[in-house]
């Protein structure tokens, strides 16, 4: 029951690393190509047709890759970064990149659906573009980035899980290496649970969280 304990003990702390640094990462990049997105496109403050379109079809590229697959593609990258290609910091990178169109496409969504009339006012009373971005755009639509960054999170915890086939570490790797391969059922059931909770808890906290902010506009 101790070693048990123990690795998923061992096993969660590699998952919220993983997914802490992940989602950090991936709304550092996600979060301005949303804005640029947003603002190069038709409904834009600087539309920029060419621009908008070859960033648009660079994400939908990243979107379409299936986590695993896009793993084993980024795996010279990341032995190049890091010296290695498997473990939790390795995964890192990956998921990052993973979630970071996600991201992008979140914020750009929601943006979309601010009412035009907010920025046309912000333009009547002078503000430049970027006055716009930073105290009309990016207020607005915090409630929904919280409750696109809740769902990024909940997907990272998927897309670790799945990391651990190819030696990611985490809750993925100790339900197949110490579960599955083993035979111990009771591990893996463990892994799961664990997930289960990690996911439920993430999802309580970005819908109050979201909620609050609602309430404080």
């Known amino acids: 029951m ?3 304990l123990s690795l998923v003990l061992s096993s969660t702390g590699e998952t919220l690393l993983m997914v802490l640094f992940s989602t950090v990462f991936s709304v550092l990049i996600g979060f301005p190509l949303g804005i640029i997105l947003y603002i190069t496109g038709p409904q834009g403050i600087i539309p920029k047709k060419i621009l908008n ?3 648009s079809r660079i994400i939908d590229v990243l979107r379409s890759f299936p986590f695993v697959i896009l793993m084993i593609v980024l795996l010279p990258f990341t032995r190049f970064v890091l010296g290695k ?18 991201v992008a496409r979140v914020i750009e969504t929601s943006l979309i ?64 290496r110490y ?39």
């Open 53 to 55: 379109q070859v960033l």
């Open 2 to 4: 101790n070693q048990i």
């Open 179 to 217: 579960g599955y391969q083993r035979f111990r059922t009771d591990i893996m059931t463990a892994a799961v649970i664990v997930i289960i909770i990690m996911v439920a808890l993430i999802q309580f906290l970005g819908t109050k969280l979201a909620n609050h902010i609602l309430k404080k506009r």
């Open 113 to 176: 659906e601010i009412d035009p009339g907010v920025i046309t006012a912000a333009k009547a009373m002078g503000s430049t573009n970027w006055q716009i971005i930073y105290k009309v755009l990016v207020p607005e639509v915090l409630p929904s980035v919280v409750s696109g960054i809740t769902l990024t999170v909940i997907n990272l915890i998927s897309y670790s899980a799945m990391a651990g086939t190819l030696g990611g570490g985490g809750l993925g790797d100790l339900a197949i």
């Open 85 to 102: 290609a498997i473990g939790t910091a390795a995964t890192i990178i990956p998921l990052s990149i993973a979630a970071a169109p996600f």
